[in-house]
């Protein structure tokens, strides 16, 4: 049945918010600067699993001075491997939803994106970094390993080489920084992200379903393929996408002068 409200309850330390056919979720913990605990991670699994048939794209962004901290340190000293191993597969569960769920995700970071903060950003589509961002995987100096699905999707974005040499060497990069190494994939002024991501999201939330699913669920996969595979599985998905009616209609207002143009910016 389709549903167009949130049909899940989230802890204090998210918010979620409907603007449209966009979903805003705040990381809303600032005293402990956006911590990733057990409770807040199964949130944001409840949150990307839950979500109502008509949103269309995510924004999510932190509440304070910081997107987040990472893991909340304080759960870690009574957990064995049994249940650290459980643990990430909770993180990778969750994170999973955001890269491979309904929709697209345009993550909004300033501050702090560190550690999990990090990894949770990384599983976004688009990341719109304030200028006051900084990335760092601090796990190597304390003694820890990343868990959230840092080792899969940080390489896909910045290489084996600079993730290794974020964590041996406490290595930060500056947003701006992150432009060039594929962290970043827009840089604004203080306080100008969340304008920012909102109308990113609202752009990405009028691309037909089919198009949005394709380049979230097809291209990355086809982008691990065989070149022979990833052409037959791009054949499939491309005729797909232009069979849809709507797209029929946006291709028909083209042709007869009503579509938009494509401009400079
Ligand atoms: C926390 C955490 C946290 C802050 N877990 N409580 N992540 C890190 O190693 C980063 C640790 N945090 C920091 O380096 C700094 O807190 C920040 C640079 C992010 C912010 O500094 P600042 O000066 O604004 O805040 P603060 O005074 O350090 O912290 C404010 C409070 O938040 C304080 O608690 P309070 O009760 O004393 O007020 C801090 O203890 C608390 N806090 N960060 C728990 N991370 C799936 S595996 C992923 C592995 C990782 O993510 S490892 C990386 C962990």
């Known amino acids: 049945m389709a549903s167009d409200r949130l049909a899940v309850s989230l802890p204090e330390s998210l918010r979620a918010e409907q ?12 005293q402990k600067r956006n911590a ?8 944001i699994d409840a949150f990307f699993g839950h979500l109502p048939d008509s949103t269309a794209a995510v924004v999510i962004c932190g509440e304070g001075e910081h997107f987040s901290a990472g893991l909340d340190l304080s759960e870690l000293e009574a957990r064995d ?15 999973e939803k955001i890269q491979y769920g309904k929709v697209p995700v345009v993550a909004v970071l300033h501050g702090a994106v560190v550690g999990g903060g990090l ?17 760092a995987l601090p796990e ?12 899969v999707r940080l390489p896909r974005l910045i290489g084996v080489a600079r993730m290794m040499d974020m964590m041996l060497t406490g290595r930060t990069y500056s947003a701006e920084e992150g ?21 990113l999201a609202q ?14 669920h097809a291209l990355p996969r086809i982008a691990e393929m065989a070149p022979e595979a990833g052409f037959a599985m ?16 946006r291709l028909k207002d083209f042709l007869e002068k009503r579509g938009p143009k494509v401009t400079r910016s």
């Open 179 to 199: 432009l060039a190494i594929g962290l970043t994939t827009y840089l604004v002024d203080p306080g100008k992200g969340l304008a920012k991501g909102l109308e």
């Open 36 to 43: 990733l605990d057990d409770e807040t991670v199964a949130g």
């Open 119 to 135: 990894e949770l950003a990384a599983a976004a589509h688009v990341r719109v970094a304030e200028r006051s961002a900084y990335y």
């Open 203 to 216: 752009r990405i939330a009028a691309n037909t379903a089919m198009t949005n699913f394709a380049v979230m």
């Open 81 to 95: 491997v049994r249940e650290g191993i459980a643990h990430s597969g909770r993180w990778h569960r969750a994170f």
């Open 19 to 30: 603007q449209g056919p966009v979903a805003i979720l705040r990381l809303s913990r600032a």
């Open 234 to 249: 791009e054949a499939l998905m491309s005729s797909m996408a232009q069979a849809d009616p709507e797209a029929k209609a």
């Open 140 to 151: 190597g100096s304390r003694g820890i390993y990343v868990g959230g699905g840092g080792s």
